[in-house]
């Protein structure tokens, strides 16, 4: 069982910065971290994940913009999303994965991100 509570979204103007934050709870394992967003009428796109060693991969749309990182003494991820864009626009989901291969992730219930322009 796997718990994940993500806050931090909001509104903002185009150019300006969140953070996001989730905590992750419960008896699994936690190798892998992320972020996924889903923009209204889009699929679900990969954001930024982490590994518990802190390597990182990040979408093409967010690179030099967004940077994901992680605590794991208290099994927290964030992610600090600068010079945003409305096309940034999207419910962000916090994503865990328990195996090393990527496979079997748990999500949270998402946080709401608004970019006006």
């Known amino acids: 069982q796997v718990q994940l509570v993500e806050s931090g979204g909001g509104l903002v103007q185009a150019g300006g910065s969140l953070r996001l934050s989730c905590t992750a709870s419960?008896?699994?394992?936690?190798?892998?971290l992320g972020w996924y967003r889903q923009a209204p009428g889009k699929q679900h796109e990969l954001v930024a994940r982490i590994t518990a060693g802190g390597n990182t991969d990040y979408a093409d749309s967010v690179k030099g913009r967004f940077t994901i990182s992680r605590d794991n003494a208290k099994k927290l991820v964030y992610l600090q999303m600068n010079s945003l864009k409305p096309e940034d626009t999207g419910v962000y989901y916090c994503t865990l994965w328990p195996r090393a291969d990527w496979a079997g992730a748990s999500w949270g219930q998402g946080t709401q991100v608004t970019v006006s322009s």
């Open positions: 419960g008896t699994i394992a936690i190798l892998g």
